[in-house]
């Protein structure tokens, strides 16, 4: 089986399931919600940066045709590895993304007549922010992960 690059539509999928579901939970239950701070969605970021990292690291390898087994390359299995973490953050920031999405939905209509919702709206757009910025993160490590085509097995023709 092999591996395919994760669909826009999939993450899409993702976003709108995860917004329905927290703006339903938002609306039965916000005023038993504890106040969001600036801060409740940043823990994404350092991810996000990581990965971005990761990403250009591999991206050299792989251009400079430094993947194998020997100790100065880049062993395969790394890339694998990286390959995985860069799904799961695609599934994580993507779900996330649709939470801070839904909260917003109604949290943004409520500032005029609720105090807390006006407070609670810089870190829901932070959040939402972080979960976005996770997905482009992971989107770049996924295809930085690429395997560089392979030549081609038709004899050159002269």
């Not at 007549?113 to 976005?132: E, H, K, N, Y």
Request: net charge positive; proline share 6%; charged share 15%.
């Amino acid at each position: 089986m092999k591996l395919k690059p994760t669909r826009v539509l999939d993450l899409v999928a993702n976003v709108l399931v995860a917004a329905l579901a927290a703006w339903i939970a938002t609306r039965v239950a916000y005023d038993s919600f504890p106040p969001i701070s600036i801060y409740a969605g940043t823990s994404l970021y350092p991810v996000a940066a990581i990965e971005v990292a990761l990403a250009f690291v591999i991206r050299a390898r792989v251009n400079d045709r430094q993947v194998g087994g020997d100790r100065h390359q880049l062993h395969p299995i790394t890339a694998a590895r990286a390959v995985a973490l860069a799904k799961a953050s695609l599934q994580v920031g993507s779900i996330a993304a649709g939470v801070w999405l839904g909260f917003l939905c109604w949290v943004l209509p409520q500032r005029g007549t609720l105090r807390a919702a006006a407070a609670d709206s810089p870190g829901a757009i932070v959040g939402m922010f972080a979960g976005v910025a996770l997905v482009a993160a992971a989107l770049w490590l996924e295809y930085c992960c690429r395997a560089p085509d392979d030549p081609s097995d038709d004899p050159a023709t002269t």
